[in-house]
């Protein structure tokens, strides 16, 4: 990187600002149980046995670590997350992370909650945009049966119609409110279902902004070149490409696959070039940014000035609205009260969901926190400094 931004991520007054004293407490206990290893894994371990045994485990979920990570457990239970984040200049993206509910009923649930985050997002400011993950509306076998070409049964073909006109429900919605929708990337067996589905939409609510954004996981060899396809491809039918630019969270799940089926695995083999192929797709991004709105979905600090720099170097403003930056609520509170001061436009993931159902997305979290070197412990850091900073104030005074 060439220029330093002006922004710095260090400054733990701005990114903690909204917590308490006795929150600051909390996160600290959090991240350091997810930076030891074996901590981690027992605690993920015995909440996974809990759920299997179905023991109540909510109330002891909801105490240590639902409120950290999530905004509540119904949409109206999230506003004065919506609100206080909202008083920061950091907006907020509802997450339903509602997962693995397996029935028509199940899908056409997820459906109708993702419109009401839409028709949220319309009446309130600071929601600007509303997201889905597919397989909250659709089996995930049947969409790895069609990314395998297979032959549908004829329950399957009207399935997949059903899938079809859930997703084409939100984007005609989301078109009409004009909230830009996220489609959250999953496992490479199943993506290019999900990219298909997402160009066709995209092909028909784009025509004059980006609406409807796929996600790119740059820990896939794949995905540059798949971002630069679809590059081309917009510009050829004239649309707009929304890309949600993100490393990817199942990096342990495709490898142990690959291994099981032995083929080739479609991630990297090490963090460098995943890293570099990310900071690629920023550049490309900006460097297209006449057709392509970014949203750079990361809490690298290193990709989040890297794409503060290009958009400087591109004499673009820091509140241009087609570049966001975003975080998961809970996490890198540094990078997204930062940025927000210094007037870039930046969201939050907030999940919202019954405890339990909230679950799997919590237990993503804390393998994330533990597989990947560094992240809990520099949250740590960051909180311990804010601690220590507040207590030689309250000296001082
Ligand atoms: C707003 C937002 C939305 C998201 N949406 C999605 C989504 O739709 N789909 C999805 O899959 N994930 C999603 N994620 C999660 C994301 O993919 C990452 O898992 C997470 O953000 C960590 O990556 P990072 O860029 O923040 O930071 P970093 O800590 O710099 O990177 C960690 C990531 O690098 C990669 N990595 C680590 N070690 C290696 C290695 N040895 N070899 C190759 N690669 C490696 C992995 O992807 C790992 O998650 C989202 C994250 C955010 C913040």
Redesign the pocket.
Known sequence: MEAKPAVSFEDTAVAFDYKSDAAMRKANLIFSLVNHPWISALATGSVKAALWLRLPVEPLIKTMVFDHFCGGESIEKTESVVKMLGNYGVNTILDYSVEGAKSEEGFDHAMEETLHTIEKAHRVENIPFSVFKITGLASAELLEKVQQNAELNEDERKAFERVRYRMDKICKQAHAYKIPVLL???ESWIQDTIDSLAYELMAKYNKEQAIVFN?Y?L?RTASLKNLKDAFHEAAMHNYFLGA?L??????EKERARAEQMGYVSP?????D???LA?NQALQFCIDNKQRISVMC????EY?NYYLMVLMEKHSMKNSDNRVWF???YGMSDNISFSLAKAGYRVAK?VPYGPVRSVLPYLLRRAD?NTS?A??SSRELMLIHKEIKRRKHDRKGE
Request: no cysteine; charged share 25%; hydrophobic share 25%.
């Open positions: 959250d990337a999953e996600t996981q820990y949600k993100v490393r990817g969270a199942y990096l991630i990297y083999p090490d963090k070039s995943t890293d990310f979905g990361s809490h690298n990709s975003a975080q998961l993931y994330e990947v560094g992240q």
